[in-house]
């Protein structure tokens, strides 16, 4: 059975996050960061590079859990929130 990741990227030159999931973390954050690597990455990914993995949660046992949790993170909509995400993973505060 595969393990899901929900992760966050974060882009210095943009100032932006991405917010995804993926069975694989390490080929998919290298399909973010190189568009000859392979096809699955999106237009946003490309323009807004280079991405720097800044936070990820392991272990969801499906990927209907990991897009769960993953879009709840995207409803905040909100820089502070996932700052603070990332913070807290940081300094233990989770």
């Given at each position: 059975m595969e393990q899901y990741t929900v992760y966050i990227?974060?882009?210095?030159?943009a100032d932006k996050y991405y917010i995804g999931h993926t069975?694989?973390?390490e080929q998919?954050?290298?399909?973010?960061?190189?568009?000859?690597?392979?096809?699955?990455?999106?237009?946003?990914?490309?323009?807004?590079?280079?991405?720097n993995l800044v936070?990820?949660?392991?272990n969801f046992d499906s990927?209907?859990?990991?897009?769960?949790?993953?879009?709840?993170i995207k409803r905040w909509k909100s820089k502070?929130?996932?700052r603070k995400l990332i913070t807290s993973r940081e300094t233990g505060q989770d």
């Open positions: 990227l974060y882009s210095e030159s069975a694989h973390l998919r954050l290298q399909q973010h960061n190189d568009p000859y690597v392979d096809t699955h990455q999106s237009k946003y990914t490309l323009k807004n590079g280079p991405w936070y990820s949660e392991v990927r209907s859990a990991a897009m769960k949790r993953e879009r709840e502070v929130m996932v």
